[in-house]
């Protein structure tokens, strides 16, 4: 059974807009949550991590919400750029450490138009 | 600069086809493992190791072995290859504290025939 949804499967976007992703999951216990860009044919990169009940972070234009009660995380992204076209991909962790489990969304395609 | 490099890149074999997949990694982690990505699904976990000589059953490990040789590198081998397991295949790894991003490589694309 699929662990970690994540919607929508694929957005259009025109350079400049903004989106929001969104990751549902029910990994538990839920240690913490890791969203990954993966371009076109090439490995996962880290983009932001959100340990806490409430977290929010920022990287430049990404910015990430986690709510643990509701097992919920999104992800924003201001004023897209081409280069921003990509998958990215929710990722929760069950464990501080190595020895526990990783549970992957299939993630979300975004393309950006000019 | 850490880095996590697979070969090759692509491979296409057939089936019945003898595989072995490389991965090397040069950030000193303890942690190497082995994903395979298909359309609809996330990453799923064929193998991992936490050190020279040690290895660990992920969760999808039918029709793979896995070799942890040195600290650095870590095989993929698909002895008897089915179409099934076409797939695109991840490397990555780790320090033991998973609040660290695991580093990625850049991934082999694998085609059974």
């Known amino acids: 059974k699929t662990q970690v949804e994540q919607s929508p499967q694929s957005l259009v976007v025109r350079q400049g807009e903004n989106c929001v992703l969104q990751?549902?999951?029910?990994?538990?216990?839920?240690?913490?949550l890791r969203w990954f860009k993966q371009d076109t044919g090439k490995g996962l990169v880290s983009l932001t991590v959100l340990v806490h009940e409430n977290d929010k972070t920022s990287n430049g234009r990404y910015s990430a919400t986690l709510d643990k009660d509701a097992k919920h995380s999104t992800l924003h992204i201001t004023a897209t750029l081409l280069d921003d076209t990509a998958t990215y991909i929710c990722?929760?962790?069950?464990?501080?450490?190595?020895?526990?489990?990783?549970?992957f969304g299939a993630g979300t395609q975004l393309i950006v138009i000019p | 600069e850490a880095a996590v490099t697979q070969s090759p890149r692509n491979k296409v074999t057939v089936t019945g086809g003898n595989v072995t997949l490389s991965c090397r990694q040069t950030n000193s982690h303890n942690y190497m493992y082995w994903y395979r990505q298909d359309t609809g699904h996330g990453l799923r976990l064929i193998h991992y190791?936490?050190?020279?000589?040690?290895?660990q059953i992920g969760d999808v490990p039918d029709g793979y072995k896995a070799t942890r040789t040195t600290q650095e590198d870590f095989f993929l081998l698909l002895e008897l290859a089915s179409p099934s397991q076409t797939s695109l295949y991840f490397c990555a790894s780790s320090v033991t504290d998973n609040n660290q991003a695991p580093l990625f490589g850049e991934g082999t694309r694998l085609s059974v025939l």
């Open positions: 990722v929760v962790g069950d464990r501080g450490s190595a020895l526990g489990r990783l549970h």
């Open positions: 190791s936490y050190g020279a000589g040690n290895l």
């Open positions: 990751c549902n999951y029910s990994v538990t216990p839920d240690n913490h």
